[in-house]
C-alpha cells in the first residue's frame, strides 16, 4: 500500500472515531461546563472537606479536587494555583486528581467499549483515596510534608460559602453561550488534531507490521499485566495521551479483532489508574509537584494493580 493511500485511510479513521467520540464528549463536556458556573462545587465542598486530613491537605484543597473530578486536571491545576501549598500537597492533590478526574465524560466513554461504569467509578474512588493517603506517607518521608491523620476529622468542616438554595448561575446567557460554544469547538479541534494523526501512524504500524516488532518487544509487559498482544496499542496510546485516546484506538482496533472482556477489563483498570503519563507529568510538574512522584510511583501503582486484578481474573476466565 502506497503512503498516500495509508495516510488517506488513517485521516479517515481519525475522522470517523472523533466523530462517535463527538457524540459522548461534548455534550457531557457542555452539561460539566454549564454545571460549573450555578455554584454547586462550592456547595459540596464543605460536605467533604474533613476528609482532606487524611491525605494531610488543607481544608480548601477539596475544591480544586472537585472540580478536576467533573472537569479535568487543567481546571483543577487553575483552581489549585490560588492555594499556598506546599510540594508535598501539591504532589498529594495531583495524585488523587489524575486517579479521579473527569469522571463524567470518562464514565461514558468506559460504558461504551463494555466496561461496567459504576464498578469503575469504585475503582477509580477507591484508588485515587488508597493513592491519595500512600503518597502523603511519602510525602511526609521524602519531601518534608506532614503526616496525614488516621481519620477525618469530624469538626473541621468549612462553614458553607454557598446553600442548595443558593444555587443559581454566576453569569448570564449572553456571556455563558459563546463562553461554553468556544470551550465545545476547542474540544472538538483538539479530538481531531490527536485523532488524526493517532489513527495514521497506527495504520501505519498494521500496514508495515510495527505492531508486531512492538509485542515482541513488550511481550514481557503483556505477561505481567496478564493482557494479549492485542490489548497493547491501546493500552500505549491510553498510557502516553489519555484514557479518550486509548479508547478512541480500542474502538477502531475492535472493527478488526475484537478485544476478550478479560482484556478490555484489564485496560480499563490500568487506564483509570495512570494516563497521559506526557501531558499528566509535565503538566503538574509545572504546577509544583515532584516529578518522580507523578510518574514514578503512578506507573507502579497502574502495574501493580493492573497485575494483581489480572491474576483473580485469570482463575475466573480459566
Request: a positive charge; glycine letters at 8%.
Amino acid at each position: 500500500m502506497k503512503i498516500a493511500e495509508v495516510c488517506k485511510t488513517g485521516a479517515l479513521k481519525g475522522l470517523r472515531t472523533a466523530l462517535r467520540l463527538y457524540r459522548i464528549v461534548l455534550p457531557i463536556y457542555a452539561i460539566v461546563a454549564i454545571v460549573g458556573h450555578t455554584g454547586f462545587y462550592l456547595w459540596l465542598a464543605p460536605m467533604l472537606e474533613p476528609a482532606m486530613r487524611i491525605f494531610a491537605l488543607p481544608g480548601e484543597a477539596v475544591v480544586p479536587l472537585i472540580i478536576g473530578a467533573f472537569s479535568d486536571e487543567y481546571s483543577m491545576v487553575a483552581s489549585m494555583s490560588a492555594l499556598s501549598l506546599s510540594t508535598a500537597q501539591i504532589t498529594t492533590a495531583a495524585m488523587i486528581s489524575l486517579c479521579f478526574h473527569g469522571i463524567p465524560v470518562e464514565l461514558v466513554v468506559s460504558q461504551r467499549i463494555g466496561v461496567p461504569p459504576l464498578r469503575f467509578l469504585l475503582f477509580r474512588f477507591l484508588m485515587a483515596v488508597i493513592t491519595g493517603i500512600f503518597v502523603a506517607w511519602l510525602g511526609a518521608l521524602f519531601l518534608g510534608g506532614a503526616a496525614p491523620a488516621l481519620t477525618p476529622s469530624p469538626d473541621s468542616a468549612m462553614s458553607a460559602s454557598i446553600t442548595f438554595g443558593e444555587l443559581g448561575f454566576d453569569t448570564g446567557w449572553d456571556i455563558l453561550l459563546p463562553e461554553l460554544g468556544l470551550g465545545v469547538l476547542n474540544m472538538a479541534l483538539m479530538l481531531l488534531k490527536v485523532l488524526i494523526p493517532l489513527m495514521i501512524a497506527i495504520e501505519f504500524m498494521f500496514v508495515y507490521k510495527v505492531v508486531n516488532i512492538i509485542a515482541k518487544k513488550l511481550s514481557w509487559l503483556c505477561r505481567l499485566l496478564g493482557i494479549s498482544r492485542d490489548a497493547l496499542v491501546p493500552l500505549l496510546v491510553g498510557a502516553l495521551l489519555g484514557v479518550t485516546y486509548g479508547v478512541g484506538a480500542l474502538m477502531e482496533l475492535n472493527k478488526k479483532q475484537p478485544l476478550s472482556r478479560k482484556d478490555t477489563i484489564l485496560l480499563g483498570v490500568f487506564l483509570f489508574s495512570g494516563h497521559a503519563y506526557i501531558e499528566g507529568t509535565y503538566l503538574f510538574a509545572m504546577a509544583g509537584a515532584n516529578i518522580i512522584f507523578i510518574c514514578g510511583v503512578r506507573l507502579l501503582i497502574a502495574i501493580t494493580a493492573t497485575a494483581l486484578i489480572g491474576r483473580v481474573l485469570s482463575a475466573r476466565f480459566h
